[in-house]
């Protein structure tokens, strides 16, 4: 399948899960220069996002120009994946995250790995990070959290929940929400919501082992400044760079906030 991903590189699949769960994932793998060691790049997008979004096809141009590796892939019920977006949930995304970067890691050889997280994305990397650390030898070199949404079913979804909503999550087992970032709904479920209680990272203190870069717009309409702010308090044992960009709003897709973005993650896949 070729074009898929936004650039003209070729996607492949991996399987993820067995019988009825089993769901075929489109990845796009693009390998090191020969004696490259720099670190490669993983991208995690946010919910509703794919491969061939902005963000995701920049990192990988900037793989390119560094001659480092680069993995994107979609979650299930995402872009070019197979699977229904009403069954996902973040420990299903989770599980289809971890099994691309071994996949990646025994494809390209990336075991040093900069994981770089969109809003839910950055959510996703630091469940990440704590599940690699305790089932692979893949060393996750640095952090790039765009405006990052940890625990946004509990800390921002379900505060804020009409009655209407409430409603129909008891009655029908989702609810349906306008979003400006294209015509159709955004689509929230009882399942995700409760899911989303078993992953929370905000209860304490969150230990990546590398450096951390969130880069976070002040008139984000989705993420509050204060969401990135609250996260950089749990993660006091790391190193920790915030950037907050005054104008950005959530995507950071402006030609600044990708800069800002690429320069954070050349700095990490260097070591500096």
């Not at 969401?227 to 600044?256: K, Y």
């Amino acid at each position: 399948m070729t074009g898929a991903n936004g650039n003209g590189q070729a996607a492949e699949f991996i399987t993820v899960g067995t019988g009825d769960a089993a769901r075929r994932i489109a990845i796009a793998l693009q390998p090191p220069a020969a004696g490259n060691d720099l670190a490669h790049f993983v991208w995690l997008g946010g919910y509703r996002s794919d491969m061939s979004g902005t963000k995701a096809v920049e990192l990988a141009g900037l793989a390119a120009r560094l001659g480092t590796g680069c993995l994107r892939f979609d979650y299930s019920g995402h872009g070019a994946s197979g699977g229904a977006f009403v069954d996902g949930t973040i420990s299903r995304w989770l599980e289809e995250s971890l099994a691309a970067i071994k996949h990646a890691a025994g494809a390209i050889g990336a075991r040093r790995i900069v994981l770089v997280g969109s809003s839910m994305g950055g959510w996703i990397a630091l469940r990440a990070v704590a599940e690699l650390a305790r089932q692979s030898d893949i060393d996750i070199a640095g952090l790039v959290l765009i405006a990052p949404a940890p625990d946004f079913t509990s800390e921002l979804i379900e505060p804020n929940l009409t009655d209407a909503e409430r409603t129909a999550l008891a009655e029908r087992g989702q609810f349906e929400e306008p979003t400006p970032y294209g015509p159709d709904p955004n689509i929230y479920t009882l399942k995700l919501i409760e899911d989303g209680r078993n992953n929370r990272v905000l209860t304490g203190a969150i230990e990546t082992g590398c450096p951390v870069h969130i880069l976070q717009g002040m008139a984000d309409p989705d993420v509050p400044y204060a969401h990135a702010v609250r996260l950089m308090e749990h993660l006091s044992g790391d190193d920790v760079v915030l950037t907050m960009i005054r104008d950005g709003d959530h995507r950071l897709s402006q030609p600044q906030d990708i800069a800002k973005i690429l320069e954070a993650a050349e700095t990490l896949a260097r070591g500096q």
